[in-house]
């Protein structure tokens, strides 16, 4: 699955409480950005190295959705979404600080290599199915977060139409859809875990990058 993926869309501060701990205002629209697709690594266990020697790397548990057909105004999700996963979204924090304060894009705290990991894929059964269930991400068999969609501000229709409207939508596409409370930092040797339900759908361990 990870062979199909295109673009590479994220959603910043789609959770009011996330927001709240960084200090960020709340949107009044979908804040986007993209990661290359060289970002994207399979979260299966293996190690996953991490440019650590440029400060913090802050892990973000998000539910990220794959698109299974072209963008058309008006197409329900359920229509086109065609499955999805969890992932992480690996954020240089320290560098992301320096950038933001010159208005510099976010690339180079977002879009370094493995900077988004994720779980298999698997098919996208409706919006109420993701409402009922909680997805959770530990460190070293601590929850550090726990998140459900209904606590996003932008709902998955939402976002995709806003996506698909300005940017455009097609197969392949995958979309972090943002990340709940609980942000923080992982070093060298971290163990960390995914889990959908209780169930664990993806498992890294922090190695420092050569």
């Known amino acids: 699955m990870l062979s199909t993926i295109r673009n590479v869309y994220c959603v910043g ?4 409480l996330h927001a709240e701990e960084l200090g960020n205002a709340v949107p009044d629209e979908p804040m986007i950005f993209m990661k290359p697709s060289h970002a ?3 979260m299966n266990g293996e190690a996953i190295e991490l440019p650590s020697s440029r400060g913090e790397v802050h892990y973000e548990a998000e539910l990220v959705v794959q698109i299974g057909g072209s963008y058309e105004p008006g197409v329900a999700v359920e229509d086109l979404i ?14 992301q600080s320096v950038i933001k304060k010159k208005g510099h894009p976010w690339t180079a705290a977002k879009g370094f290599k493995n900077s988004a990991p994720v779980s298999g894929f698997q098919a996208f059964s409706g919006t109420e199915a993701l409402l009922e269930k909680d997805f959770t991400l530990t460190k070293n068999g601590v929850e550090v977060q726990r ?20 940017y455009g939508l097609g197969a392949g596409d995958i979309i972090f859809t943002g990340t709940p409370e609980g942000v923080g930092p992982t070093t060298e040797g971290d163990v960390l875990e995914l889990a959908w339900d209780g169930q664990s759908v993806g498992k890294c361990t922090i190695a420092a990058a050569k």
């Not at 998140?147 to 300005?166: A, E, P, S, T």
Request: hydrophobic share 40%; glycine share 8%.
């Open 13 to 16: 501060r789609n959770y009011k």
């Open 40 to 42: 994207v690594v399979p």
């Open 82 to 95: 065609e499955s999805y996963a969890f992932g992480i979204d690996f954020t240089l924090r320290d560098v």
């Open 147 to 166: 998140g459900n969609i209904r606590n996003m501000i932008f709902d998955l229709q939402h976002i995709v139409d806003y996506v698909g409207h300005h």
